[in-house]
């Protein structure tokens, strides 16, 4: 999805309102702990967000402190879950966990894609409860360590009105649990196979009923395969050439677009040389590729996928 600068100043208005409450609720979180933990730590959460929320359409609309758990730093496995009942958006699921349970997840994706944040990621969600005697063995070890799985791992809801968790995703809300997933098993360094996992591996449940695992995992795969090219430097430059383009890593958005590309963030294949347009009001570098953009924005290198 591309934005006209109008819409864009917008969402940049907003998101920044957004931080600046989460800031808030961070330092806030931060004076509970009496300091038991360097700033840098929150700082880093944060910058987490931003990035996630730069990533992903995002909003947050964040669960009470007294429904989380506060400072617990989960990211040793994603949950996956599924609403089973609901009206299909993520801001009435959202709105429910804040007024209605105590019940959180850190992500909500409604049918129509859009996500929101309930918990931040320096916080643990109350999405799991109790590992049960139907629990798969791969929990052992964290039961072990942390008895609550809700202190270690990322939770994500998926919108589902049907009370037996059987409607398929919609194409968008796939496309958002899919890219959100993908970020966050880079983020964390996460192995896919083993620390993505259901509710159901928990206990007797039927969440998340129909989710499609298989091809969550195909995309990740299919995302990593297609990363190997990037590797080489050589190949980038005759990837350009070859494609008729022609490399031009005179501009920075050309190096950048390398340097994600070695770093596995496959960004898509150049289809012109850097240009100008007109972005948030001034006139910037812009660099187009198959699956989306660069801007550089006062030096600064801002990456923004095709939606
Ligand atoms: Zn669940």
Not at 23 to 52: A, M, W
Not at 67 to 83: C, D, L
Not at 133 to 155: E, V
Not at 247 to 266: E, I, M, P, Q, Y
Request: aromatic content about 10%.
């Amino acid at each position: 999805m591309r934005y006209t600068p109008k819409e864009y100043a917008d969402k940049v208005e907003s998101i920044t309102s957004l931080l600046l409450e989460a800031n808030t609720q961070c330092l806030h979180v931060q004076e509970q702990l009496e300091g038991d933990d360097p700033p840098e730590i929150y700082d880093y959460f944060l910058s987490l967000e931003r990035k996630i929320i730069e990533i992903v359409r995002i909003q947050q609309k964040l669960q009470a402190e007294e429904n989380v758990f506060v400072g617990a730093q989960p990211g040793s496995a994603i949950v996956v879950h599924k609403t089973g009942g609901g009206d299909g958006t993520a801001e009435g699921t959202a709105h429910y966990f804040q007024t209605q349970t105590t019940k959180s997840a850190h992500f909500v994706i409604g049918q129509d894609g859009t996500v929101v944040q309930c918990v931040h990621l320096n916080d643990g969600a109350g999405a799991n409860c109790c590992p049960d005697d139907s629990h798969n063995s791969w929990w052992d070890p964290l039961i072990a360590r942390f008895t609550n799985l809700n202190l270690c791992t990322i939770s994500i809801e998926h919108c589902d009105p049907s009370t037996e968790n059987s409607t398929p995703l919609t194409a968008k809300q796939q496309a958002a649990s899919f890219k959100l997933i993908a970020w966050l098993v880079d983020q964390y360094g996460l192995d896919f196979h083993q620390e993505i996992r259901s509710h159901h591996s928990i206990n007797a449940t039927i969440c998340p009923g129909n989710y499609p695992f298989d091809a969550l995992f195909a995309s990740l795969e299919g995302r990593k395969r297609s990363l190997n090219p990037g590797a080489d430097p050589n190949f980038l430059n005759n990837y350009w050439n070859i494609l008729g383009v022609g490399a031009d890593f005179s501009t920075g958005l050309a190096k950048t677009w390398a340097r994600d590309v070695s770093n596995d963030f496959w960004r898509g294949s150049p289809i012109a040389k850097e240009g100008k347009t007109v972005w948030k009001g001034k006139e910037v570098p812009i660099l187009h590729t198959t699956a989306g953009f660069y801007t550089d924005e006062g030096g600064v290198h801002y990456w923004h996928e095709n939606m």
